[in-house]
């Protein structure tokens, strides 16, 4: 059985579409809520250290992550985040600061660079987002990569204009202060790629 040494109980199955993801609590430490997450398919064991040694490297980067609590062959167990999903918060139609703190994220990762491309999130779909304690923290590491800063950027707007509801006033307000705040906390100077000056808010 997984992780008996912790005396793990289930009380909460997430939405995925391809692993098992738990809220648990962890009997043996005051039901210490935490999230295990248990890989599925013939790649598990490989998709499983993977995202344990992108987690980690992040933390040492100080980017906000869940931190890794323990782990096996084909599960981990890392630290639960409080709070809702960017996902949610879109679909709300919430226009608080997780707008400028989801860029702010964005921008620290992709200062890491090696000689041409920048480090990438990949996956950059809205629900591996969490705004906890008034900070954005990324989860869902599997397909971390290295290349152009515009693929994270693409695939976070395209979420956040089609998810529901699509292609609204309020939706086309979130792209634009989202992209502005990255230009802004950028470190590589983006003026000539991601030229933003007709932009109006
Ligand atoms: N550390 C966490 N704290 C709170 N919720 C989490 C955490 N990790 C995952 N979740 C929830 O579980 C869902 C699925 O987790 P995720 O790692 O994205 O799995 P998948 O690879 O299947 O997409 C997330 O969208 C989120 O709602
Ligand atoms: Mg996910």
Same mark, same amino acid.
């Given at each position: 059985?997984?992780?008996?040494?912790?005396?793990?109980?289930?009380?909460?199955?997430?939405?995925?579409?391809?692993?098992?993801?738990?809220?648990?609590?962890?009997?043996?430490?005051?039901?210490?809520? @935490?999230?295990?997450?248990?890989?599925?398919?013939?790649?598990?064991?490989?998709?499983?250290?993977?995202?344990?040694?992108?987690?980690?490297?992040?933390?040492? =980067?100080? =980017?906000?992550?869940?931190?890794?609590?323990?782990?096996?062959?084909?599960?981990?167990?890392?630290?639960?985040?409080?709070?809702?999903?960017?996902?949610? =918060?879109?679909?709300?139609?919430?226009?608080?600061?997780?707008?400028?703190?989801?860029?702010?994220?964005?921008?620290? =990762?992709?200062?890491?660079?090696?000689?041409?491309?920048?480090?990438?999130?990949?996956? @950059?779909?809205?629900?591996?987002?969490?705004?906890?304690?008034?900070?954005?923290?990324?989860?869902?590491?599997?397909?971390?990569?290295?290349?152009?800063?515009?693929?994270?950027?693409?695939?976070?707007?395209?979420?956040?204009?089609?998810?529901?509801?699509?292609?609204?006033?309020?939706?086309?307000?979130?792209?634009?202060?989202?992209?502005?705040?990255?230009?802004?906390?950028?470190?590589?100077?983006?003026?000539?790629?991601?030229?933003?000056?007709?932009?109006?808010?």
């Amino acid at each position: 059985m997984l992780f008996v040494r912790h005396n793990i109980k289930i009380v909460e199955k997430y939405f995925s579409r391809r692993h098992s993801v738990y809220k648990v609590e962890i009997q043996s430490e005051n039901k210490t809520p @935490a999230v295990l997450k248990v890989y599925e398919g013939e790649k598990a064991a490989a998709l499983c250290r993977t995202e344990r040694e992108n987690l980690e490297r992040l933390h040492r =980067l100080d =980017l906000r992550v869940p931190q890794v609590l323990a782990w096996e062959e084909r599960a981990l167990l890392m630290e639960f985040l409080p709070g809702m999903t960017v996902s949610r =918060l879109a679909e709300n139609l919430d226009t608080g600061s997780w707008i400028e703190k989801m860029a702010y994220w964005f921008a620290r =990762l992709h200062s890491v660079e090696n000689a041409s491309s920048c480090m990438l999130k990949g996956d @950059a779909n809205l629900r591996n987002f969490i705004f906890s304690g008034g900070e954005i923290f990324g989860i869902d590491f599997e397909k971390m990569g290295f290349g152009d800063f515009r693929e994270d950027l693409s695939e976070v707007c395209f979420f956040l204009l089609t998810d529901y509801p699509p292609l609204t006033t309020e939706k086309d307000h979130m792209v634009r202060r989202f992209l502005k705040a990255y230009a802004k906390h950028a470190t590589r100077d983006t003026g000539t790629v991601l030229d933003l000056s007709h932009f109006r808010l």
